[in-house]
């Protein structure tokens, strides 16, 4: 079983990159970090899609903004995406890995996962309080299972299970999100309910605690983050909510609703925690 580092959470050291461009044709906003340094970082940098469309999500006016049709899938929809450190942007269908290009949209295949099933995926740093620290791609599916993928082969090692909890057993429900001084959290299903919870999971087992009484809301597919907020992206069967994620209480706020129908949703691991 791989371990990943979690220790103490030093927030004052996280924040965002200073060398990112490229925003989509977004400007870059002024930040002073908590030294006294004055950085740029994007106004937000969360992604969501639909089955074939990519979106950036504009945290400021919580609008979605289409960037493009994801080309490549062929007669399958993309059902989750994960950014590493470098801004690299990856996709999984039930069975395959992609490279997306974050600018177009479009997907390059990359190979057959040799694990099915994958509901949710994430780049997760090693060390979650070094932000030198390598980024690992990690999946978990239906079943309550965690893998780390090789991106180069699809080849699959299982790291965890989500476990039980309350005697309930608990899998993903769509995603999960790792961010330097924040943590790893993931929306689960329990057995038994009809609703999704988000749930901590820890790094060195990959167990799942669920959080407070479940968010209310069921089909969470997506999971982003930007300077302390946690936004989930729900599926409907014609259109979609966001919503915003309380990592404390677990309960869900809506924020947003439209025509899209989320599949999923990413961030970089090293987004912004500090408002």
């Known amino acids: 079983m791989q371990r990943l580092v979690l220790g103490t959470i030093l927030i004052a050291s996280a924040c965002g990159p200073s060398d990112r461009t490229g925003n989509n044709g977004q400007p870059d906003a ?18 969501a899609h639909s089955g074939a469309k990519l979106y950036r999500v504009d945290t400021a006016t919580l609008q979605p903004i289409e960037i493009g049709t994801m080309t490549g899938l062929g007669q399958q929809s993309l059902t ?15 069975d395959k890995l992609y490279t997306i290009n974050s600018t177009t949209g479009a997907a390059t295949l990359v190979t057959m996962m040799s694990v099915q099933g994958n509901t949710s995926l994430s780049f997760v740093p090693m060390d979650l309080n070094n932000a030198a620290s390598d980024d690992i791609l990690v999946t978990a599916n239906d079943q309550g299972d965690v893998y780390k993928i090789d991106q180069t082969s699809g080849m699959a090692t299982k790291l965890g299970s989500y476990g039980s909890f309350s005697n309930k057993k608990v899998v993903s429900s769509g995603d999960l999100i790792a961010v330097r001084g924040f943590g790893i959290y993931a929306t ?29 809301y069921d ?3 997506g999971l982003g983050y930007w300077k302390g907020t946690i936004y989930g992206f729900v599926s409907g069967s ?36 500090l408002q």
């Open 30 to 47: 002024a930040v002073v970090q908590p030294d006294g340094t004055i950085t740029t970082e994007p106004d937000s940098r969360v992604y």
């Open 80 to 94: 989750d995406l994960a950014i590493d450190k470098s801004d690299r942007m990856f996709g999984v269908t039930l």
């Open 238 to 273: 014609s259109n979609g909510q966001m919503i915003t994620i309380d990592p404390g209480t677990g309960a869900a706020t809506e924020v947003q609703s439209g025509s899209v129908s989320w599949f999923g949703a990413g961030v970089a691991t090293n987004a912004p925690i």
């Open 188 to 216: 689960v299903d329990m057995q038994g309910e009809t609703q999704d919870y988000l749930a901590r999971i820890d790094p060195a087992t990959w167990k799942a605690t669920p959080i407070g009484g479940g968010t209310g």
């Open 219 to 221: 089909k969470i597919f």
